[in-house]
Nanobody, 125 residues
Framework: HVQLVESGGGSVQAGGSLRLSCVVS????????MAWFRQAPGKEREAVASIYTVDGSTYYADSVKGRFSISQDNAKNTWYLQMNSLKPEDSAMYYC???????????????????WGQGTQVTVS
């Protein structure tokens, strides 16, 4: 039973920082695509960042490049999204997602990801 649990969301002023965490359990695949998505009210879910554990390659949406950073702690089965210089438009529910396929990371299409967390709210004012 695969489970992804996010934490670290909250309210912050513009220009501030937050670090989101995603703890993964029950995963049988060593190699995987770990990603962060976000969804604001009335908008579609959008890809934010991803990392493919096979080669460490990363992806960032243009809107967050230079401000957000994805990382992993294999010993803790935890993935992080460090968010700096936050803007009001970053406000959304943030979800971590995972899949064992390269295509998930290559396409960053939500439908390609088999496992999702419950989400953590980020509000920037």
């Amino acid at each position: 039973h695969v489970q992804l649990v996010e934490s670290g969301g909250g309210s912050v002023q513009a220009g501030g920082s937050l670090r989101l965490s995603c703890v993964v359990s029950g995963y049988v695949y060593k190699d995987k695509c770990m990603a962060w998505f976000r969804q604001a009210p009335g908008k579609e879910r959008e890809a934010v960042a991803s990392i493919y554990t096979v080669d460490g390659s990363t992806y960032y949406a243009d809107s967050v490049k230079g401000r957000f950073s994805i990382s992993q702690d294999n010993a803790k089965n935890t993935w992080y999204l460090q968010m700096n210089s936050l803007k009001p438009e970053d406000s959304a529910m943030y979800y971590c997602a995972s899949d064992s396929t390269l295509s998930a990371c290559a396409t960053m299409e939500p439908g390609r990801f088999g496992y999702w967390g419950q989400g953590t709210q980020v509000t920037v004012s």
